[in-house]
């Protein structure tokens, strides 16, 4: 799957919410320019893997209140791999959204519809959930249960992509990507 190219000025945009765009010396700006993913990736193999992005990036790609190490954010912006949302991390999002504290507080930071709407001017694609995706049986089990992360694992199987996540509980597997 390949990104649809994206406008100068969505690049801008992302740049500059990410913190890449700089003011020079004198003035005019200046752009700091990361690397391309493939700089950060392990090998060479891997740079041309699409990447399904876990549910803390998607926060962080719609501008929610998410930090991020300087590495990662330079590692989203940078041109490179296809960038996926999965409907999953949609729905968690939903599901945390509508849960509630006992102090009465959303566990969620961000309303679902506001995250899509945002993603509408990143440049990343929106993944459906299929009825093969849910059937996969995934080549190696993750260590924990956590039902959002197996259905990122089976759609990165599928897909033939890898999930880029900061979970440490799936350091090591195969399907995931740390930056």
């Known amino acids: 799957m390949a990104r649809s190219a994206s406008t100068s000025s969505d690049w801008r945009a992302t740049k500059r919410r990410w913190g890449l765009l700089k003011t020079g010396p004198n003035g005019p700006r200046t752009w700091t320019i990361p690397p391309s993913r493939a700089a950060y990736s392990a090998s060479k193999a891997d740079s041309a893997v699409s990447l399904i992005l876990d549910t803390h990036y998607v926060f962080a790609l719609a ?3 998410v930090r991020l190490r300087k590495r ?3 590692f989203l912006a940078a041109p490179g791999e296809p ?12 599901l945390k959204w509508n849960a509630m504290h006992a102090s009465g ?28 995706h849910a059937a996969v049986e995934l080549a190696i089990s993750p260590p924990h249960r956590d039902p959002f992360d197996e259905l990122l694992l089976a759609q990165a199987q ?10 440490a509980k799936l350091k090591g597997h195969p399907l995931t990507r740390f930056v």
Do not use: F, M
């Open 63 to 65: 501008s929610v209140n």
């Open 72 to 74: 990662e954010s330079e």
């Open 83 to 94: 960038l996926l949302v999965s409907a999953v991390s949609i729905w968690e999002i939903r």
């Open 105 to 132: 507080l959303r566990k969620g930071p961000e309303n679902p519809e506001r995250v899509i709407e945002r993603l509408k001017s990143e440049p990343v694609q929106l993944l459906s959930l299929s009825a093969a």
């Open 158 to 167: 599928a897909e033939g992509a890898q999930l880029l996540t900061r979970d």
